[in-house]
């Protein structure tokens, strides 16, 4: 790749950067001292919105990036772009084969976030079927309410995805004594499913059976709209759909109608189409909200904030640059 000009400036763009830990931002500062970059971190304490981050890419030579995007236009506004180093394991906001044209290496850290966002996944599970965002409201609203919700144990989960996230889950959801239902399209997971006890299955036998989907798959032309109205019917009444993946992987218009149908038991969902979700979801009792934090524990930032540092680091001082993926 292309080595650093004289006087790098490297743009941290993504939030947070530096609070679980401080390594990530001493690893950047010890690399700028070496090199002689400047390192610049954005005013906004949240995700960069493009009209923010087009000015600031324009003297960037590489970049920690989070979830903000990275299309065409932003990348034609960085002439001087080198190094796009993503936190966390998904790139669809990145346009690839804009990076690759105009020849900015990418990374990420695939491994990093996958505990964290596995736990979370499992949480917002349990949460959704204990309903325990209701009894929560109901005690600040001043009402003692008990609630019945459901046990999961002896209950069967279709896990869609099972990669470093979906794999996990079910390693957790196993020990719940939930029986396991997995549907992927990489070969790869038949050895994956035998190692955790899931059944590999298609979509199909995955609605058909499950009395809950969590969703483990990146954004791509073939998981964009995948829980789409004709899916969400498959699913058995009184299912919940878990999504803590990429928020265009819902139709979120077809979940909101199938709640309110009363098709659906309820939905606990981290990540939406458009972030910050302001949306109609948001006043449903029977969904569960958090806002797009499945990597966010300390283990989960600090791996992912040190692996893309280190990317950044070994580019500024001449070192190979381990996880490229462009």
């Not at 690893?27 to 001292?33: E, M, R, S, T, Y």
């Not at 995007?69 to 002439?79: G, H």
């Not at 794999?167 to 035998?194: E, Q, Y």
């Not at 990540?271 to 948001?282: K, M, N, R, S």
């Amino acid at each position: 790749m292309t080595p650093p000009p004289a006087r790098p400036v490297v743009l941290v763009a993504t939030f947070p950067f530096g609070e679980a830990s401080e390594e990530p931002v001493t690893l950047l500062a010890a690399a700028a001292a070496a090199s002689g970059a400047t390192i610049v971190r954005h005013p906004h304490r949240r995700v960069l919105r493009p009209a923010e981050l087009l000015p600031l890419l324009r003297d960037a030579d590489a970049v920690v990036a989070g979830t903000e995007r990275y299309d065409a236009a932003a990348l034609a506004a960085a002439p001087r772009l080198r190094l796009l180093a993503r936190t966390g394991v998904g790139v669809d906001a990145v346009d690839l084969d804009a990076a690759r044209a105009r020849g900015v290496a990418v990374t990420s850290t695939p491994d990093a976030p996958s505990a964290s966002a596995a736990e979370l996944a499992v949480g917002l599970l349990v949460g959704v079927a204990r309903q325990v965002g209701q009894a929560d409201r109901a005690m600040r609203a001043g009402r003692w309410e008990r609630r019945t919700g459901l046990l999961l144990e002896g209950r069967t989960i279709g896990i869609v995805g099972l990669g470093r996230i979906g794999t996990r889950v079910a390693r957790m959801l196993r020990a719940f004594g939930c029986r396991i239902v997995a549907t992927d399209i990489d070969p790869a997971a038949a050895a994956r499913a035998d190692a955790v006890g899931a059944t590999l299955v298609s979509l199909d036998q995955l609605l058909s059976q499950a009395d809950a989907v969590t969703l483990h798959v990146p954004l791509t032309p073939l998981t964009r709209g995948l829980v789409s109205a004709a899916a969400l019917a498959r699913l058995r009444r009184g299912a919940f759909v878990v999504n803590t993946s990429r928020g265009e992987v819902v139709d979120e218009a077809a979940l909101l109608a199938a709640l309110q149908a009363g098709h659906l038991g309820g939905a606990a969902l981290d990540v939406y189409a458009d972030e910050p979700y302001t949306g109609p979801l948001a006043a449903r009792e029977d969904v569960l909200l958090t806002a797009h934090m499945g990597s966010c524990t300390d283990a989960g930032r600090r791996a992912m904030e040190l692996g893309a540092a280190r990317s950044v680091a070994a580019w500024l001082t001449g070192k190979p640059v381990e996880g490229r993926i462009v």
